[in-house]
């Protein structure tokens, strides 16, 4: 009987550390699904955010003129605030609604001017300037929900990482192609310039912002695209 008692209990003790064995699996699982989640949402803050946000401005620039994508960057409050309210992340007003109903009226008609008058070039420049708009008024919304979790700087740090990788396997043949030495000074500064003003401040304050207010406001007080606007017009003046 003794013997069959000390059986019994290894055997309990066998299967106890077989169940521990197995939890330990299973959260180590969840930890790397559960990371992978979470640098894929970085992933995807920094396509929207950066890589299309950056892409399709300085693509659309080339085309048409500085004038229009700036004006057509002030839609990035309207789309923000269609956005948060087709996910339900904001409630919709009649103010609200009166507002995007003016700016889209706005928009089409820069949009089919530029198109009749301009020509096709300026119509094609617009309508990159204008997915630039929504995609970072994309990125404002779904990003406002990560910054209750996770603390701007780092937000922020995770979100270029991923949109330089993704902006360099775009860019990568031209950079390596360009004559870095033969650019001229002013060019230099327009980089700097959008670095230190239009990238790392512009975003950081646009993320504090966006962690105390809702994707709306912070749109309409946006200082990001405004910054970078300058220093890439500065740059192509040159």
Do not use: C
Request: proline fraction near 3%.
């Amino acid at each position: 009987d003794l013997v069959e008692d000390v059986e019994r209990r290894g055997a309990g003790l066998e299967q106890r550390d077989e169940e521990a064995d197995r939890d330990e699996r299973a959260l180590a699982a969840q930890a790397v699904l559960v990371s992978l989640l979470v640098i894929s949402l970085f992933a995807l803050f920094g396509l929207l955010g950066v890589a299309l946000n950056q892409g399709l401005y300085l693509s659309g620039l080339r085309y048409t003129t500085a004038t229009d994508a700036i004006l057509l960057i002030a839609t990035i409050p309207a789309f923000t605030l269609l956005v948060a309210t087709i996910l339900r992340h904001e409630r919709a007003e009649a103010g609200k609604v009166a507002g995007l109903a003016i700016s889209f009226a706005g928009v089409a008609v820069l949009v089919v001017g530029s198109g009749l008058g301009a020509g096709r070039n300026a119509l094609v420049g617009d309508l990159l300037v204008l997915t630039n708009s929504f995609s970072y008024s994309v990125y404002l919304v779904l990003s406002r929900p990560a910054l209750e979790r996770y603390d701007p700087l780092t937000l922020i740090s995770w979100v270029f990482v991923m949109g330089t990788i993704e902006m360099s396997i775009v860019a990568l043949p031209s950079l390596l192609r360009t004559d870095w030495g033969a650019l001229p000074l002013p060019a230099w500064e327009g980089f700097a310039y959008a670095l230190v003003f239009g990238t790392i401040l512009a975003y950081g304050l646009n993320n504090w912002a966006l962690r105390h207010s809702s994707a709306s406001r912070v749109a309409s007080r946006n200082p990001g695209p405004a910054n970078a606007s300058r220093a890439a017009t500065s740059t192509s003046a040159s």
